[in-house]
């Protein structure tokens, strides 16, 4: 029973995993390249590298500590380099500049 447990823990795991980093592959595939450069990242073609060997790694060998590595490369992609291609590429903002607030500019207090 509790083994049975475990292993449903340890597959949920690596299923979350293959998912993050099929997501991360996907909108490294639809950015344009030229936002990897404007964004001063490394190159569109080092990252789908990077995110395609995860993905394979998370499908062809179960060593949870290749697993890992290529989880933290999907996070660094999505919590670095996807928001500042979205900001380079004018996705992801309505307008505005970085001081608006929730109901519009902060001008300080003026």
Known sequence: MLL???????????????????????????????????????????????????????????MLFLQLAGAVASIVFLVDVRPALRAVSGGGRRGGSSSDGPYGPYNGGR
Request: aromatic share 12%.
């Open 4 to 62: 049975t447990g475990f292993s449903t823990l340890v597959w949920l795991l690596y299923m979350a995993m293959l998912v993050l980093a099929v997501v991360a592959l996907v909108l490294a595939a639809t950015a344009r390249e030229d936002a990897y450069r404007a964004a001063d990242k490394q190159k569109k073609s080092f990252w789908l590298i990077i995110l395609g060997i995860t993905v394979a790694v998370n499908l062809f060998v179960p």
